[in-house]
C-alpha cells in the first residue's frame, strides 16, 4: 500500500520535524518527528505499513492511499524555464521611489539613526546622507522605464512627502497614468483633509502613526509603530488595514527580541509559498531608487549598491548587474542561518535589513523564536 500527497500539498522537512502545506485551503498541519519520518517514507513513493497517520490525513482530503507506486505532478504557476529564456526580462514585483529625505520631525526610530525597524521598508524615513537629488523629469523617465519591464507596484516615499508636495503630486500624477497599482507614504500627522480626498483616487495612502484612532477609516493601510513596552498590548488588533511595524529602542533590546513567534507563521498561500521557494519573501522582485538615484535591493539596505540611474538607464543595470541582484532576489531562506532547518520556511517572514544589522551577516539570523533542531518554540 502506498500513500501519497495531493498535487496541491507539499511536505516540507526541517532538522527534527516537518509540515504539510496545503495550497488551496491554506491550511498548515504541523507534524512532530515520527509523522514526519512516516510522511517522509511515503513522499519517497515507498510502501507504507503503519495507516493511522495516513488515514487521518486523507480525512483532512490532503491525500490519498493507492495500491501502486504512481507519479504525482505538484502544482506550480507560470513556466517553470521562463525566467530562464534569452529576451524575457527579469519579473520586478515593487520598485520603491524615494523622491525626498527631508523631515522636520526627529523620531527616535527613523532610518537617520539606524536600522531599527521591521517594517522601515514601508514607512517614511530621512537618511544621513548627502547627494544630489535626482530632478522630477529624471523620475518621470524612470516611471516610464519601470512600466516598460512590467513592474507591478510602486511606491512613492521618502521623508516628508508634503514638504516637497508640489513634486510629489507631479510624479503620482505622472505615475497614475502608467501604473494600477500605487502607494504612497505619509505620516498622519502631515495629512490633512484635502490631502487625503485628493490622493484617494490615485493612490492607496499608508499612513505611518504611533497612535490608532478607535476607528480606522477604510480605504487607507496604517503602518501602526510598536514600541519595545507596547509588544504585548497590541495583539489584539484585528484590523484588516493595520500592519505593525515593531521598532527597537537600541542594539540591547534588538538582541533580547524575538520577531518571529508562532502567531507569525502566515497561513499557506499559493502565489507565496511557491515564489518563496525560489525567492527571498521580501527581497525577492523588488528593487529601490534613492532620492540620489542609487539603486538599492531595499530601501533599508543602504550599503548595497547596483549602481545609479542618473548615469545609467534602469535596464541598463539589470543587464550588468543581474548577478548582484539576483544574490539578493534568489537568497531564499534555503541559504539563512537557521531558517534552512526550519519546516516553516516557506510561510515566513524575514526582514534582510534587521539581521545583517543584528548580525553582521547577509545570511545570518537572529530574530525567531523557533529552534528547528529541537522543534519547539521558546
Known sequence: MYFRLNPECYFVRGSKNGAIFDLIDGKIVALDHQETELMTICE???PIYDGRLFRELKKLR??????NKIYVQKLRIGSPIEEQQIGNPPKLYRAFLEINNSCKRDCWF????????????????????????????KWKKLIDDLRNLDCKSIFITGGDLTLVWDKAIDILDYANKKFDNIYIVLHKRSLSENMMSYLTDKAKIIIQTENLDKQQLDGYIYLLIVKPEDRN?????????????????????????????????QLSNMHLFLNNIKYHPCLGHTLAISYTGDVLPCPMMRGHKFGNVSTREIYAIFEKEWEDIYKFWGLNLDKIERCADCEFRYTCIDCRALEECLTGKIDGKRLCSYDPKEGEWY
Open 233 to 265: 498590548s497590541v495583539g489584539g488588533i484585528t484590523s484588516k488595514n493595520t500592519i505593525r511595524d515593531f521598532v527597537i529602542r537600541n542594539q540591547e533590546s534588538l538582541t533580547n527580541s524575538s520577531l518571529m513567534t508562532k502567531k507569525k507563521i
Open 110 to 137: 527613523c532610518g537617520y539613526y539606524g536600522i531599527r525597524r521591521s517594517l522601515g521598508c514601508m514607512g517614511c524615513n530621512k537618511w544621513n546622507q548627502n547627494g544630489e537629488p535626482l530632478p522630477t523629469e
Open 44 to 46: 519517497n513513493n515507498e
Open 62 to 67: 490532503l491525500g490519498n492511499f493507492y495500491l
